[in-house]
């Protein structure tokens, strides 16, 4: 098995190992969405989404796309939407956003 693979996916699923980062990817998954648009959704301040953001941006679990001065972020990842949405099939478990 190719240690980069292993390497790569195991800092994204820590990533989404915090409960905030986790919302907000099963968020993005139905919904490209601005900051501010999540910080009211999560009703946590912006400076603490935007930390969120970046760790999965950086990861590369997130992309963001800019329009005029909004910055819009979505998943692009398609193996970790994959992984999230059995998740929720074998937990039986419904997101709503």
């Given amino acids: 098995m190719d240690s980069a693979w292993l390497d ?6 820590k990533a989404l190992g915090h409960p905030m980062r ?24 912006q400076a603490t989404t935007s930390q969120h953001l970046a760790i999965l941006k950086n990861k ?4 963001s796309v800019r329009d005029g ?3 819009c ?3 692009k ?3 970790i939407k994959e992984i999230l ?4 099939e074998v937990t039986n478990t419904k997101f709503e956003c």
Avoid: Q
Wanted: proline residues 2%.
């Fill in 22 to 45: 986790l919302k907000i990817v099963l968020g993005l998954m139905h919904n490209e969405c601005n900051v501010t648009k999540i910080c009211d959704g999560l009703k946590i301040p």
């Fill in 77 to 79: 990842d398609d193996a």
């Fill in 8 to 13: 790569e996916y195991s800092e994204k699923l």
């Fill in 85 to 88: 949405r059995r998740l929720l």
């Fill in 60 to 63: 590369g679990i997130l992309e």
């Fill in 73 to 75: 972020y979505k998943v």
């Fill in 69 to 71: 001065t909004t910055v």
